[in-house]
């Protein structure tokens, strides 16, 4: 299931106070809302190199509240409240959009898995 602009704005409004839960925007408070958004999402996909795989209007539901806050973080000056931490919220889209691909040091026999000896012997590298 994926999340629609107005559910990001939607929620990025009541993040920052402005709206009460179970109401909906107004249709000029929607179009400063979504402007803001799309620029700004724009504007990190382009400035992070992030290869999105998804669109401002068809965000995953586990990216709703990063989105949100990026969405809160842009309108909050035009309401005069203080938004959400905009680094934050961008280092959990990286971290989604991004993921540890590293291998795992830990695996000493580099057969895939970490065994129960090899996940001691990681816990005594770190302790000498």
């Not at 724009?42 to 509240?65: F, G, K, M, Q």
Request: hydrophobic content about 40%.
């Amino acid at each position: 299931m994926t999340k629609s602009t107005l559910d990001i704005c939607n929620r990025a409004m009541r993040q920052l106070g402005v709206l009460a839960v179970g109401e909906n925007l107004a249709a000029d408070d929607f179009e400063v809302v979504r402007n803001a958004y799309e620029a700004e999402f724009e504007r990190i996909n382009a400035d992070h190199a992030l290869a999105l795989t998804y669109t401002s209007n068809t965000v995953p539901d586990a990216l709703l509240v990063p989105w949100a806050s990026v969405a809160a973080a842009a309108v909050a000056p035009v309401y005069l409240v203080q938004g959400p931490n905009l680094a934050r919220a961008i280092g959990q889209i990286r971290s989604y959009t991004l993921p540890d691909d590293r291998e795992d040091w830990r695996d000493l026999d580099e057969d895939g898995t970490v065994s129960e000896s090899e996940e001691n012997a990681a816990k005594r590298a770190q302790y000498y």
